[in-house]
């Protein structure tokens, strides 16, 4: 069952694309997110996107533990 369930998860999934040089990402079922004030390190992200449909996606607290 658990196999059948990300199996599911991964064709659901819907796929974005960001631009490291812009600070923009586009979703197909929300549009365009602002991610100017993000900071990507190897272990962590921090800060805040903004979305005009979601509002504000905070990304404080997201840690990559093994630096990947």
């Known amino acids: 069952m658990k196999k ?3 199996a599911l998860m ?3 999934a819907v796929p974005t694309f960001a631009a490291n040089t812009t600070g923009f990402a586009w979703s197909e079922s ?3 997110f602002d991610f100017k004030n993000v900071t ?3 272990t962590a992200v921090t800060g805040h996107a903004y979305n005009d449909n979601t509002g504000w996606l905070v990304m404080d607290g997201v840690v990559n533990t093994n630096g990947q």
């Open 4 to 6: 059948y369930l990300i």
């Open 40 to 42: 990507v390190t190897n």
């Open 10 to 12: 991964i064709f659901i």
């Open 30 to 32: 929300v549009g365009w």
